[in-house]
């Protein structure tokens, strides 16, 4: 089955609010893990990744986390934009050794009131 | 050119039709991938290719059949294809030996009617 899920489909902000989007994955062995953007006609646009030897990564604007203990992974944008508007997945690399399989959610739908 | 480029951008073909879809990478990376993208449905990986050699095949029908005559360029050659396989078809590309990040292209809207 899949091993990586989000735990809402949709989330709406506020212009200027933080957004925190959630992903639980299930394979304790997954050494890599990577969150995209995709809006609407475009491919998936990389956005930040992360290896299991760090728990803290941050990039402009944005910050993912992780926490091997409980297996979830957290994306956070800062003052959340309009253009931030998009579904966001993340994915995970079950297998370790080199191999570049990337397992997917199922995404979620971010919304930015104005 | 610059990034992942896809080939064409829509597509409509009937079940007996026998169509590609080319992708092409400007991004000096040594893997390209095939991914399938249906409506409320995760990701799918169909193939991925590392030096133009497949490495993976995920359980693809045969209907779906890849072809990567060199690091660059990236092939998917569809027959005999059914309603059901209407989705986005995404192209990727990244550096090997992984993992790495993938960048993708635009994908290939396809309607199969």
């Known amino acids: 089955g899949e091993s990586v899920g989000l735990h809402l489909p949709t989330l709406s902000v506020q212009e200027g609010d933080n957004s925190i989007i959630n992903c639980a994955y299930s394979?304790?062995?997954?050494?890599?893990f990577i969150w995209y953007k995709q809006e609407s006609g475009k491919g998936p646009q990389f956005i930040i990744d992360?290896?299991?030897?760090?728990d803290k990564r941050q990039g402009q604007r944005v910050t993912v986390l992780l926490n091997k203990t409980v297996k979830h992974l957290s994306l956070q944008i800062a003052a959340t934009q309009p253009g931030d508007s998009a579904v966001y997945f993340c994915a995970e690399n079950p297998i370790q050794g080199g191999s570049e399989k990337l397992v997917f959610g199922k995404g979620t739908k971010l919304t930015v009131n104005p | 050119e610059t990034g992942v480029t896809q080939t064409p951008r829509h597509l409509v073909m009937g079940m007996t039709n026998k169509k590609s879809l080319k992708c092409e990478q400007h991004?000096?990376?040594?893997?390209m991938y095939w991914y399938k993208q249906s409506a409320k449905k995760p990701l799918e990986l169909m193939f991925v290719y590392s030096l133009e050699e497949r490495v993976e095949n995920n359980s693809v029908p045969s209907r779906f059949s890849p072809e990567c005559p060199n690091s660059s360029h990236l092939f998917l050659h569809l027959h005999t294809l059914q309603p059901e396989d209407s989705a986005l078809y995404l192209c990727a590309s990244s550096h090997r030996p992984g993992p790495y990040e993938q960048y993708f292209g635009p994908g290939t809207r396809l309607t199969v009617t």
């Open positions: 394979n304790s062995a997954s050494d890599y």
């Open positions: 992360i290896r299991s030897n760090m």
């Open positions: 991004l000096g990376h040594n893997a």
